[in-house]
């Protein structure tokens, strides 16, 4: 991998910011180790309904699980039958409040809004929101500025009481600027969780007997990924295809070799050596792609 590879990789392909748009769904079975942060959550959500709006707010870094957290509460049953809208917008970094307004009105009604004007928007939303209880995730939310949030959140107000609003950050300081008074902090995965993750990820048959060496390295690889869920995810996905004892410890060995530090971007060890598996063809496809901004139609 030449010089200009690296640099593109760093800077644009595994940014945690240049992340896809994210979606409400995910199968329950598919996620690991999360059930009692699932069961606080929903507590928390449909507790006391009372108050006109409150915010929720999951923070922790990145790779963590909060966005799969966050799938998981909104499928739950207890939540669907508490809100009687619910409404899964991903964020990123542009919180631009016309396209916000935008997202939720086509979400809550089915119908494109690409209305710009403020006034137009906050016609519509008060409209879709009606004295509904509703459920809004703000998924994946960098934003600092109050006054953003104060302009989004003054066009949310006409929902029924005991309406909810629950976001994921990576970002304490956003929390506090959302009026959040404690947000809940996602944890690691146990080594339970991380193993049965792994064992998911590499596709593991059930009641097949493992060979006890790949056992023993497998066990040290997910040591590596100290509970990272993402991190576990990708070192599974590179081991699904490799059966060899030699390939296991090779990719062991290049955990330790690859330690990433002080990378503008904070890329993970375990992401940069799933780009380090890929054949050379692909490296190639996957640095030329990169070179495009995110978002791109090219």
Same mark, same amino acid.
């Given at each position: 991998?030449?010089?200009?590879?690296?640099?593109?990789?760093?800077?644009?392909?595994?940014?945690?910011?240049?992340?896809?748009?994210?979606?409400?769904?995910?199968?329950?079975?598919?996620?690991?180790?999360?059930?009692?942060?699932?069961?606080?959550?929903?507590?928390?959500?449909?507790?006391?309904?009372?108050?006109?709006?409150?915010?929720?707010?999951?923070?922790?870094?990145?790779?963590?699980?909060?966005?799969?957290?966050?799938?998981?509460?909104?499928?739950?049953?207890?939540?669907?039958?508490?809100?009687?809208?619910?409404?899964?917008?991903?964020?990123?970094?542009?919180?631009?409040?016309?396209?916000?307004?935008?997202?939720?009105?086509?979400?809550?009604?089915?119908?494109?809004?690409?209305?710009?004007?403020?006034?137009?928007?906050?016609?519509?939303?008060?409209?879709?929101?009606?004295?509904?209880?509703?459920?809004?995730?703000?998924?994946?939310?960098?934003?600092?500025?109050?006054?953003?949030?104060?302009?989004?959140?003054?066009?949310?107000?006409? /929902?029924?009481?005991?309406?909810?609003?629950?976001?994921?950050?990576?970002?304490?300081?956003?929390?506090?600027?959302? /009026?959040?008074?404690?947000?809940?902090?996602?944890?690691?995965?146990?080594?339970?969780?991380?193993?049965?993750?792994?064992?998911?990820?590499?596709?593991?048959?059930?009641?097949?007997?493992?060979?006890?060496?790949?056992?023993?390295?497998?066990?040290?690889?997910?040591?590596?990924?100290? /509970?990272?869920?993402?991190?576990?995810?990708?070192? /599974?996905?590179?081991?699904?295809?490799?059966?060899?004892?030699?390939?296991?410890?090779?990719?062991?060995?290049?955990?330790?070799?690859?330690?990433?530090?002080?990378?503008?971007?904070?890329?993970?060890?375990?992401?940069?050596?799933?780009?380090?598996?890929?054949?050379?063809?692909?490296?190639?496809?996957?640095?030329?792609?990169?070179?495009?901004?995110?978002?791109?139609?090219?």
């Amino acid at each position: 991998m030449n010089e200009f590879n690296l640099r593109v990789v760093q800077n644009n392909s595994i940014s945690w910011r240049n992340r896809p748009q994210t979606h409400s769904f995910v199968r329950e079975s598919r996620a690991i180790g999360r059930d009692e942060d699932k069961d606080k959550l929903v507590q928390m959500l449909i507790r006391d309904t009372s108050y006109e709006i409150a915010v929720v707010s999951i923070v922790s870094m990145g790779g963590m699980g909060k966005t799969t957290l966050a799938q998981l509460v909104y499928g739950d049953e207890r939540i669907k039958k508490q809100f009687k809208l619910r409404i899964w917008v991903c964020v990123s970094d542009d919180f631009d409040v016309p396209k916000l307004a935008g997202k939720i009105i086509h979400t809550a009604s089915g119908e494109n809004c690409d209305h710009t004007n403020i006034e137009v928007l906050q016609q519509r939303l008060r409209k879709e929101l009606g004295q509904k209880r509703y459920l809004l995730v703000l998924d994946d939310v960098w934003n600092e500025d109050f006054q953003k949030w104060d302009a989004l959140r003054n066009m949310l107000l006409d /929902g029924g009481e005991g309406s909810r609003i629950l976001v994921t950050t990576r970002n304490e300081k956003c929390s506090r600027v959302m /009026g959040v008074q404690k947000p809940y902090f996602l944890s690691r995965l146990s080594e339970e969780s991380s193993w049965n993750l792994f064992e998911q990820k590499a596709n593991f048959a059930v009641g097949v007997p493992k060979p006890p060496k790949l056992l023993e390295i497998g066990q040290e690889i997910v040591k590596k990924c100290q /509970g990272l869920p993402l991190a576990i995810e990708v070192m /599974g996905c590179i081991m699904h295809c490799k059966s060899e004892e030699s390939e296991w410890q090779a990719v062991l060995e290049n955990i330790e070799t690859w330690k990433l530090q002080n990378t503008q971007n904070e890329i993970i060890r375990e992401l940069w050596l799933s780009y380090v598996d890929l054949p050379t063809h692909l490296k190639k496809c996957f640095a030329f792609c990169s070179i495009f901004p995110k978002g791109s139609q090219s």
